[in-house]
């Protein structure tokens, strides 16, 4: 129990604005999570079939990148506090749009709406890295963003719960009101004005070096190899192949989101004092043995330890964002964030499109396709990714 105290003990380091904003993502996935890991599964009771849940899900990632760059320059001319809260704001209505849904189809338009949401991305790593320690920069990201899996640890256990009694259409309701919360958590942040370094900063800047590029490789990568399986396919795969409950997938969310959270808080702690390249890819193979054994596994109690190995995907991205805050001096919030982020949001939609086709084909593909990926990226993390790179010139301000 201590040791586990001592690993969430960032939690009273944080400046207060920091830790409100945790506490807001963290209600914000909660409500998330109530029906995220049986979404897909909501689709196909709306008449979706693979190909088509696929295609659902990557026009949502395609709203969030085609929302990224703009989020970045606003990110540079505007109060991120503001931004903060419109962004959280516009989440609000979606719920009640997904309740009243008929067909697969209708669920788009509030879809494109929570996906174009994430415009303000950009001004919450620009926040994050405005106000955590320049030294530890990976673990003020890693404690900020674990409130994205810890708020879905407790959910999907909450939300298969509900299905005991209620239908996934009607979950959305408590989804609207944990959100609507969320979004008045943020009201209390103090004002984060633009700097004058970033309101004077080209509306566009690309990645200048080999080691800027290949963060944008692995951003792609990560995301691309990660979107092929979950959060839309793995759903379906444990209940047409292991033939399990709406509920059952629900706990198995659980698990997952568990594993993100503790990767998430141990990889953005042990990055801030190692290597991170040669970090993240020892975790990278870990998720591919999880996606691995995932395919492998034929009872529901052999995939629980995998599907937790599997929740450390997205940890990766968190470091990666770390390292890019400080890469450059002087370079522009939507330069350093916005431009990545929509490249990362451009491969969740490469993957969930041709996961769709991989899962119509043959349903253990996709998670194959996930672990040679995975396994691809930890090569690269280890040896392309350096911490000289990320850190040199925080000490030369």
């Given at each position: 129990?201590?040791?586990?105290?001592?690993?969430?003990?960032?939690?009273?380091?944080?400046?207060?604005?920091?830790r409100?904003?945790?506490?807001?993502?963290?209600?914000?996935?909660?409500?998330?999570?109530?029906?995220?890991?049986?979404?897909?599964?909501?689709?196909?009771?709306?008449?979706?079939?693979?190909?088509?849940?696929?295609?659902?899900?990557?026009?949502?990632?395609?709203?969030?990148?085609?929302?990224?760059?703009?989020?970045?320059?606003?990110?540079?001319?505007?109060?991120?506090?503001?931004?903060?809260?419109?962004?959280?704001?516009?989440?609000?209505?979606?719920?009640?749009?997904?309740?009243?849904?008929?067909?697969?189809?209708?669920?788009?338009?509030?879809?494109?709406?929570?996906?174009?949401?994430?415009?303000?991305?950009?001004?919450?790593?620009?926040?994050?890295?405005?106000?955590?320690?320049?030294?530890?920069?990976?673990?003020?990201?890693g404690?900020?963003?674990?409130?994205?899996?810890?708020?879905l640890?407790?959910?999907?256990?909450?939300?298969?719960?509900?299905?005991?009694?209620?239908?996934?259409?009607?979950?959305?309701?408590?989804t609207?009101?944990?959100?609507?919360?969320?979004?008045?958590?943020?009201?209390?942040?103090?004002?984060?004005?633009?700097?004058?370094?970033?309101?004077?900063?080209?509306?566009?800047?690309?990645?200048?070096?080999?080691?800027?590029?290949?963060i944008?490789?692995?951003?792609?990568?990560?995301?691309?190899?990660?979107?092929?399986?979950?959060?839309?396919?793995?759903?379906?795969?444990?209940?047409?192949?292991?033939?399990?409950?709406?509920?059952?997938?629900?706990?198995?969310?659980?698990?997952?989101?568990?594993?993100?959270?503790?990767?998430?808080?141990?990889?953005?702690?042990?990055?801030?004092?190692?290597?991170?390249?040669?970090?993240?890819?020892?975790?990278?193979?870990?998720?591919?043995?999880?996606?691995?054994?995932?395919?492998?596994?034929?009872?529901?109690?052999?995939?629980?330890?995998?599907?937790f190995?599997?929740?450390?995907?997205?940890?990766?991205?968190?470091?990666?964002y770390?390292?890019?805050?400080?890469?450059?001096?002087?370079?522009?919030?939507?330069?350093?964030?916005?431009?990545?982020?929509?490249?990362?949001?451009?491969?969740?939609?490469?993957?969930?499109?041709?996961?769709?086709?991989?899962?119509?084909?043959?349903?253990?593909?996709?998670?194959?396709?996930?672990?040679?990926?995975?396994?691809?990226?930890?090569?690269?993390?280890?040896?392309?990714?350096?911490?000289?790179?990320?850190?040199?010139?925080?000490?030369?301000?």
């Amino acid at each position: 129990m201590m040791r586990w105290m001592g690993i969430l003990s960032w939690s009273r380091s944080l400046p207060r604005d920091l830790r409100l904003l945790f506490f807001s993502l963290y209600l914000w996935t909660f409500g998330l999570g109530i029906y995220n890991y049986v979404w897909s599964l909501y689709l196909t009771q709306l008449n979706a079939n693979p190909e088509q849940v696929g295609l659902v899900s990557s026009i949502g990632f395609f709203a969030a990148a085609i929302s990224m760059i703009p989020g970045g320059i606003l990110a540079n001319k505007y109060d991120n506090r503001t931004l903060l809260i419109i962004g959280w704001a516009m989440s609000i209505p979606v719920p009640i749009l997904f309740y009243f849904s008929r067909t697969w189809s209708d669920v788009i338009p509030g879809l494109i709406v929570l996906q174009l949401s994430a415009f303000n991305v950009p001004a919450m790593n620009a926040f994050i890295s405005a106000l955590g320690d320049q030294k530890r920069m990976s673990s003020a990201f890693g404690a900020v963003y674990s409130a994205f899996p810890l708020g879905l640890v407790l959910s999907p256990a909450v939300g298969s719960l509900l299905l005991t009694w209620l239908s996934i259409r009607d979950l959305f309701w408590f989804t609207l009101a944990l959100w609507t919360v969320s979004t008045i958590i943020l009201f209390p942040l103090k004002r984060q004005p633009p700097r004058e370094v970033d309101s004077k900063a080209p509306l566009l800047e690309l990645p200048r070096s080999s080691r800027e590029l290949t963060i944008l490789a692995f951003l792609f990568g990560g995301a691309a190899a990660f979107s092929i399986t979950s959060p839309s396919f793995l759903p379906l795969f444990l209940q047409d192949q292991l033939h399990l409950t709406d509920a059952q997938i629900q706990l198995l969310g659980t698990v997952q989101s568990l594993g993100s959270a503790i990767f998430a808080i141990l990889l953005g702690r042990w990055a801030a004092t190692r290597n991170p390249g040669s970090t993240i890819a020892k975790e990278l193979m870990l998720v591919a043995g999880g996606a691995l054994g995932i395919a492998l596994a034929g009872s529901p109690l052999l995939v629980v330890p995998m599907v937790f190995l599997l929740g450390g995907a997205r940890a990766p991205s968190y470091v990666a964002y770390s390292l890019l805050s400080n890469m450059r001096e002087g370079k522009s919030r939507a330069g350093r964030f916005g431009f990545y982020l929509t490249f990362e949001q451009l491969g969740l939609v490469a993957g969930s499109f041709v996961g769709g086709f991989l899962y119509a084909s043959n349903h253990t593909s996709v998670l194959i396709t996930t672990f040679v990926l995975f396994v691809l990226l930890a090569a690269l993390a280890g040896f392309r990714i350096r911490r000289g790179a990320a850190t040199s010139k925080v000490h030369n301000k």
